[in-house]
C-alpha cells in the first residue's frame, strides 16, 4: 500500500508542475487551454517498486482525437519521464478511458498494455530498457466474432508464475450502433419513476475473460456470454480466479449488481460464492489464499446540498457503521455533487484530509490534521 502513496505523490506533483506553469504564464486560463491538458491515467508501480508506469493522454484541437501514450519514470525521482509506447487515439474522451489497459511483467522489466491504433486492437508487450515492442495477442488469435477490449475493473493480470495472462474480450457488435436519438425533456411529478426496460442494446455484448499461455502462445476463453466479467484476481496458487460478474443487464435494477464467483482455471468450472443485492466487486485474495475479503476504512466526503447522493451516502455510512465497519463521513455545508463547483476553500480542505487520512492508514508519518 506504500507502492500506492508514492504513485498518488507522483501524480499529484505532476498536476502541482502543471498548475505552477500557468502561475508563471500570468494569464487567466481559456477554454483552449482546459482542452488541451495533458491527463495521466493507470499509474501503477513495477513489482521492484523502481519504476512506474503510466499513461499520458494528449488532446489534439486540430486532428480532433486524444493520443495515448506510455511513459516511465523513477520512484526516486531521478532522470526525467521517458516516452516507451504510443497505445493509439481516438476522437472519444470516454473511449480513451475505457481502452486502457497496462501492467508489469512479474520480473518488472517490460510492460503489457492494450493498444489500438490503424484501426486494430492489439496486447502488446514493450521491453523498459531497449523499447523494443512485440505483439502478445491480436484478435485473429481470439474466437470467431471476438476483440480485444481494455476496461477499467478488468485490466491485464499475470499468474503468479507468470506463465500466464488473463484479459478480458468482448463480442464484436452484430449490427451497427443505432444513431443517438435527439434529447427531450419531461415534466415529472413527484410519483414519476423510471421505467423498466433493456439499458444493454443488442449491439452491445458481455465481457468475456481469456487466459493467453506465454509458453505455448494458446488464448482460451474461460468465460460465456452468460455473464459479463467486471474484475478479477487471481489465487496465490495461481489455480483459481475470483471473478465479479454481471449475470443481468436488462433491467435498470439490476445493472449495478455483480456477484462473486470462483473460477478453477484447470477445469474452467465455475461456482457462485456471494450472490446478493449491490454491488461485489473487485475481489483480492488474503496472501495466504484462504479468503477474498478485505477490511478497510473508507472515507466518505460530499457536499450538503448534493441532489444525486444526499439519501444513499448517508444510508452507505450508517450501515457501515452498523457493521462495526472503520468509516468516516465529512458533509461540506453548502456545496453540491460535483468538487470542481466547490468554493477553494473547501475543495482545499478535501484535499488535505484526503492525504492525511491515507497516511494515517498507510503507515506514512508525518500525518495532516485537516485543520
Not at 5 to 33: H, M, N, T
Not at 39 to 52: E, L, N
Not at 252 to 268: G, H, I, N, P, Q
Request: contains cysteine; proline residues 6%.
Amino acid at each position: 500500500m506504500r507502492r500506492a502513496a508514492v504513485a498518488l505523490l507522483c501524480v499529484s506533483a505532476l498536476c502541482l508542475a502543471l498548475a505552477a506553469q500557468a502561475e508563471a504564464d500570468k494569464r487567466p486560463i481559456g477554454i483552449a487551454d482546459l482542452i488541451e491538458v495533458k491527463a495521466p491515467s493507470k499509474v501503477t508501480i513495477s513489482p521492484d517498486g523502481s519504476q512506474i508506469a503510466y499513461v499520458l493522454t494528449t488532446p489534439s484541437l486540430a486532428d480532433n482525437a486524444l493520443s495515448s501514450d506510455l511513459y516511465v519514470l523513477a520512484t526516486d525521482g531521478a532522470g526525467q519521464p521517458r516516452k516507451l509506447a504510443s497505445a493509439g487515439s481516438t476522437s472519444s474522451a470516454f473511449a480513451s478511458v475505457f481502452r486502457q489497459a497496462l501492467t508489469w511483467t512479474p520480473d518488472s522489466r517490460s510492460l503489457v498494455f492494450a493498444s489500438h491504433r490503424d484501426g486494430m486492437s492489439e496486447i502488446r508487450t514493450v521491453d523498459v530498457g531497449s523499447g523494443r515492442s512485440a505483439v502478445l495477442v491480436t484478435a485473429d488469435m481470439l474466437e470467431d466474432g471476438y476483440e480485444i477490449q481494455g476496461a477499467v475493473g478488468a485490466t491485464f493480470k499475470f499468474s503468479p508464475d507468470g506463465r500466464r495472462l488473463a484479459s478480458v474480450a468482448r463480442r464484436k457488435p452484430v449490427s451497427p450502433a443505432p444513431e443517438p436519438k435527439p434529447m427531450r425533456a419531461i415534466d415529472a411529478d413527484d410519483e414519476w419513476q423510471p421505467a423498466e426496460k433493456r439499458i444493454q442494446p443488442d449491439w452491445m455484448s458481455m465481457m468475456n475473460l481469456f487466459l493467453l499461455d506465454l509458453d505455448s502462445g494458446q488464448v482460451m476463453r474461460m468465460t460465456t456470454d452468460d455473464y459479463d466479467v467486471a474484475s478479477f484476481d487471481w489465487s496465490p496458487d495461481g489455480t483459481r480466479l475470483a471473478l465479479s460478474l454481471k449475470t443481468d443487464l436488462s433491467r435498470v435494477t439490476s445493472y449495478y449488481t455483480t456477484d462473486l464467483f470462483l473460477l478453477d482455471v484447470d477445469s474452467r468450472q465455475l461456482r457462485p460464492l456471494v450472490r446478493q443485492e449491490g454491488q461485489d466487486d473487485t475481489p483480492l485474495w488474503s496472501p495466504d489464499g484462504r479468503t477474498i475479503a478485505i477490511h478497510t476504512p473508507l472515507l466518505i466526503v460530499m457536499g450538503e446540498d448534493d441532489a444525486i447522493t444526499n439519501i444513499d451516502t448517508p444510508k452507505l455510512f450508517a450501515g457501515l457503521r452498523r457493521l462495526e465497519r472503520p468509516a468516516q463521513l465529512l458533509i461540506y455545508p453548502g456545496e453540491g455533487h460535483v468538487i470542481y463547483d466547490w468554493s477553494v476553500e473547501q475543495a482545499a480542505d478535501v484535499s488535505r484530509r484526503m492525504v492525511g487520512f491515507l497516511r494515517k492508514h498507510l503507515g506514512a508519518t508525518g500525518a495532516a490534521t485537516g485543520k
